[in-house]
Nanobody, 116 residues
Framework: QVQLVESGGGLVQSGGSLRLSCVYS????????MGWYRQGPGEERELVAS???????NYEDSVKGRFTISKDNAKDTMYLQMNSLKPADTGVYYC??????????WGQGTRVTVSS
């Protein structure tokens, strides 16, 4: 199994920045995909950014140029640097890991609120 713990959420004004962290533990060697997902108020959870073991990254259109996903394997931590935040970025951000064999693991989420 894989355990994921997010942190770094909070309240920020529009135009501000936050960095989210996701510490992973357990069978980390079996992870091949990780992603950050956002669930806004009354909305479904959506993929915001993802990163594969190859280093390939992918971003949802609305965050391109503003968010950066990265991993530090030495610290077993994934990050999401969020700049130029907008009220539409408000939501609970979840970290997800997918392992070989297709099992998925989720963190408990961290809340981001962007005020206008």
């Amino acid at each position: 199994q894989v355990q994921l713990v997010e942190s770094g959420g909070g309240l920020v004004q529009s135009g501000g920045s936050l960095r989210l962290s996701c510490v992973y533990s357990g069978r980390v060697f079996s992870i091949y995909f990780m992603g950050w997902y956002r669930q806004g108020p009354g909305e479904e959870r959506e993929l915001v950014a993802s990163i594969r073991n190859s280093g390939d990254t992918n971003y949802e259109d609305s965050v391109k140029g503003r968010f950066t996903i990265s991993k530090d394997n030495a610290k077993d931590t994934m990050y999401l640097q969020m700049n130029s935040l907008k009220p539409a970025d408000t939501g609970v951000y979840y970290c997800k890991a997918v392992v070989y064999g297709a099992d998925e693991y989720w963190g408990q989420g961290t809340r981001v609120t962007v005020s206008s």
